[in-house]
Each structure stands twice: as C-alpha cells, then as structure tokens.
C-alpha cells in the first residue's frame, strides 16, 4: 500500500537527513554512533550475514532497503516506512535482504526508555494489554517520523542538544505508545511488573555470562520464586535462563573471533565453557558451521562487501 503524499516526502526527507549523517560519521561497520543518548543510525551497502544477538527494547525506523528479524518461530520483514519494534530483552536473528551502494539500506535505531515510558503511562492512563509477541512490525506513523526527523535535526545544531534532545524522546515515546503497539511498549513502564523483574535478571546475566548463575539467584535479583522465575522468564524472552545464557557466551565468543582475532580455544574458555568439544558443538548448533569454518566465512564476506 503506497504512503500517503505527506508521509512519503517526510520519510525521504528524514531518508536524506540520516543519509548525510551516516555518510559522515559510519564507521566500517555500517554503525554511525550520535551525541544523543539512545540514538544510531545504521547503513549497510550490501546483504548482510545472519545477525544473532540479544536485543535490548527498541524502535528501528526503516528508511530504505529490507531487513528480515526472526524471534523463535516469527520472522518479520521490514521496509521502507515500517519501524521494528522490540519490548523485552529477547534473542533475536536479523539479517539486511535489500541493500546494495546504489541503494543502501538505512534505519534510525531509537533505545526504548523504561522511565519515560513509565511516566508517559502514568499521565496517559491505563489501557487493555492484548498480550503477544516482543518483536513487533508497524508502519511508521506520520507523527514518529516528524518527530525523529527533529531529533535528527538537532545533530547539525549540537548546541541545542542538550536543551531539546529530552523533549523529543520524551515525543517519540508518547507517539509509539499512542500506536496499536502502546501497550505492549507500556510493559517496559511497569517499575515491578514481569518484564522489567526479568530484566533485572537479565542484566545479571548480561554482566556476568562467563560465570555459573543459578536459577535461585537469578531468581532472588527478580524477586521471584525460582519456578516462577523460569515461567515467566521464558514467557518474556522464549527461552529458559540456561539456553539464554548459552546464546550470551556464543555470541561473545563468535564477537571475540571475528573482531579479536582469538583462536576458538581462548573464546570458549573466556566465556565460560569447561570443554572445547561441547563449545564446538553448541556453536555449530546456533550458526550452521563450526567456529573455524563459521568465522572464516564472515570474514570472507566482511572483505566482499569492503
């Protein structure tokens, strides 16, 4: 369905405003970090690998080219003038479809900010949670485009930042939780509701993934019952805390080979595998190849699109 007249010019205005920043400041990696806390812009010139990795809540504005994002058995396409959204701390495999130097892919990455949220629900009043997925698809409304359009604006006037930029997170959050999605983005809001116990949870677990966490003390930082916790833990994030920690060690160990240059040995035993052989396994498990092969060939593919 094509974009309404205003929306269209409005989304390729906010297309060229993140296409001029990214240009100037992306590093190799197709990231262009920002002055403005909780903002990236990201551009990719060409189809990238498989991306695993543990997402932290979020809103990706998708500008131009596709990407795909799969959680568990949903996989999401997005294009153009659609925003992903992610409520929870949750596992997710993502990979760039569309893109190429003719016609990159770009997207304004906007982290979700529990405490506004928390405040905006407070004043917005309560509304009925249909429950559902964490990662979610959405056209982007004409309101979240304006307003990241200012926000991305601000860049070019850096003495303003620090006077504007608050308000303007503050109005992108007010929109996104106006949007049919609103109540699964006020979830992050509850000071002691499910997702953000396991949130704490997972921030342990984040900090401390190359040591044995127990479930009882995981449990304790969540304040929950240990069977309790791992219910509900796995209703947040699709797996239990075991696999989730399993996924953290692989994908800092593939992290530390790819960007390190650390031979597949020293990974596993810096993130906390006892035996290489089990490392090897669960590793080829999660990426389809063993670490050597695996790596070389992102390495392969890292030098093609140079």
Known sequence: ??????????????????????????????????????????????????????????????????????????????EAGDSLLITADVPTVSQIRRASVVEPYFSMVICLDAAIIAELSAEMGPIADPGGAAVRNEPTHAEVADSALRLMRLLDRPAAIQHLHGSLMREIHYWLLAGRHGAAIRRLGVTDGH????????????????????????????????????????????????QFQKQLRLIEAR??????????????????????????????????LPPVKEIQTARSRQLAAA
């Not at 906010?14 to 806390?37: E, N, Q």
């Not at 596993?268 to 080829?284: C, I, L, M, W």
């Open 195 to 242: 997702v953000q116990r396991i949130g704490r949870a997972v921030n342990v677990m984040r900090a401390d993934f190359a040591k044995t966490l127990p479930v009882e003390e995981l449990a304790s930082v969540a304040g929950m019952s240990p069977s309790s916790f791992h219910q509900h833990f796995r209703s947040v994030t699709s797996l239990s805390p075991l």
């Open 1 to 78: 369905m094509p974009l309404p007249c205003s929306l269209a010019s409005m989304n390729d205005t906010l297309l060229d405003t993140v296409r001029r920043y990214s240009m100037a400041h992306a590093d190799h990696t197709g990231f262009a970090s920002t002055p403005i806390a909780g903002l990236t812009v990201i551009r990719a010139t060409a189809p990238s690998e498989l991306q695993h990795q543990i997402t932290s809540p979020l809103a990706c504005l998708v500008l131009q080219g596709t990407k795909l994002v799969t959680m568990g058995n949903q996989t999401l396409t997005f």
């Open 255 to 288: 992290r530390m080979m790819l960007a390190e240059g650390a031979n597949s040995s020293i990974a596993a035993f810096s993130v906390g595998y006892e035996s290489v052989q089990q490392f090897n396994r669960e590793y080829r498990r999660m990426f389809g």
